[in-house]
Every structure is written in C-alpha cells, then in structure tokens.
T-cell receptor, first 112, second 114 residues
C-alpha cells in the first residue's frame, strides 16, 4: 500500500491567492483527518470526516478554510484567500477500523 | 484549553541512556493513549499505544507507563540510540462513538548524542 498521499509536497504562494491541498487516504479507511502543524501551536486538528461526511470542523480557524471529501478516495483543503499566518505544514491522516491514524508526508505551505 | 500537557519540550540524552517523556491529561473519558514519533520532513507515525486497563506496555526498547489515578502517562526509551532522535508526541482520545479524534501534546524534541 502506498500509504496516505498528499499533494503538493511544497506550496509557495502570495497572500490573497487561493490554495488547494489534496489528500488520498489509504484504500478502505473510512475516516480522514486534516491537521495543521506549527512550532507555536503544535499539531492542531482542523476537521475530520467519517464515511465522507464532515463530523467535526471545530478546528477550522475561520471561513477562509474549507474542506471537502467528494468520495472515499479524495479530499481537499482549500484556503481562500491565503494569509502569511497560514504558513504551516498541513497533514492528512486516515484511519480504518482500529484506533491508529496513518499520516501522510504533509504539505509545507508558505504564504508570502 | 490544552487537554494534554507534555514535558519536557526538549531532551538531550547520551547514547545508551534512558529517555523519559511525560504527559498529563484532564479528560477522564479518554481511554486510548498513543505515542507518535516524527522525523524531520515526515508525518507522525504511531510508535506504541496503551489502554487504561493496563499500567504498562512494552515493545522492544519502548515502554509506556500509565497512572490512571494521577491522569499521567509516560514514554520510556531504554538504551537510547542516535536513530531515536526525533520529535515525540503523546495523544489521547475516546475510542468508539461518532466523534473520535486525537488530542495531541505539544511534542518533545529528543536528541540522542553518539
């Protein structure tokens, strides 16, 4: 299995631009999580889906952030418009029937 | 509100020594306590996990000690090796139900000197 796949691995964009991060979970996993990691705040859960349905989006910082999961094999996290304070590493993780979450390699976002 | 407090923030250990990282939680409903290991440029990966029905779990050089009454758990790395140098995160969650999610500690940067 290829594990959780995220793209792009690195993204550099200018303030005000739209950013779309992509995630392909492990096949057969029914839960998907989006995290943001910064030095100051550590690992923060932004949103998670169960069977493609958003269950808890209380971690989404503001309306500029949105996430979708149109099917079991694909999810997107969109930031529009982006701001410098959004610079972070964004991780996607998926989970099957057990408790373990499998993380992807992350997308390093830099907003200038 | 930080529900899982992790210490220390950073730790330097000599090769062969014991590394100890501590975590404390507040929510008594938590019933699953994993530790994740993260190398630079990589995503966190599950290292070892414990449920509250046991006080200790050992896997190779890694041991979790759990104290339910004190609401604390710790990771011990025996015979620490330079390859163990990474950031370690404790976490806690409630297994089952419809609102499952992990609450992470802030992380501990471990450096094992050769």
């Amino acid at each position: 299995d290829a594990g959780v796949i995220q793209s792009p691995r690195h993204e550099v964009t200018e303030m005000g631009q739209e950013v779309t991060l992509r995630c392909k979970p492990i096949s057969g996993h029914n839960s998907l999580f989006w995290y943001r990691q910064t030095m100051m705040r550590g690992l923060e859960l932004l949103i998670y889906f169960n069977n493609n349905v958003p269950i808890d989006d209380s971690g989404m910082p503001e309306d500029r952030f949105s996430a979708k999961m149109p099917n079991a094999s694909f999810s997107t996290l969109k930031i529009q418009p982006s701001e410098p304070r959004d610079s972070a590493v964004y991780f996607c993780a998926s989970r099957g029937g057990l408790s373990e979450q499998y993380f992807g390699p992350g997308t390093r976002l830099t907003v200038t | 509100q930080q529900q899982v407090k992790q210490s220390p923030q950073s730790l330097i250990v000599q090769k062969g020594g014991i590394s100890i990282i501590n975590c404390a939680y507040e929510n008594t409903a938590f019933d699953y306590f994993p530790w994740y290991q993260q190398f630079p440029g990589k995503g966190p990966a599950l290292l070892i996990a414990i449920r509250p029905d046991v006080s200790e779990k050992k896997e190779g050089r890694f041991t979790i000690s759990f104290n339910k009454s004190a609401k604390q758990f710790s990771l011990h790395i025996m015979d620490s090796q330079p390859g163990d140098s990474a950031t370690y995160f404790c976490a806690a969650s409630i297994v089952g139900g419809s609102n499952y999610k992990l609450t992470f500690g802030k992380g501990t940067l471990l450096t094992v000197n050769p």
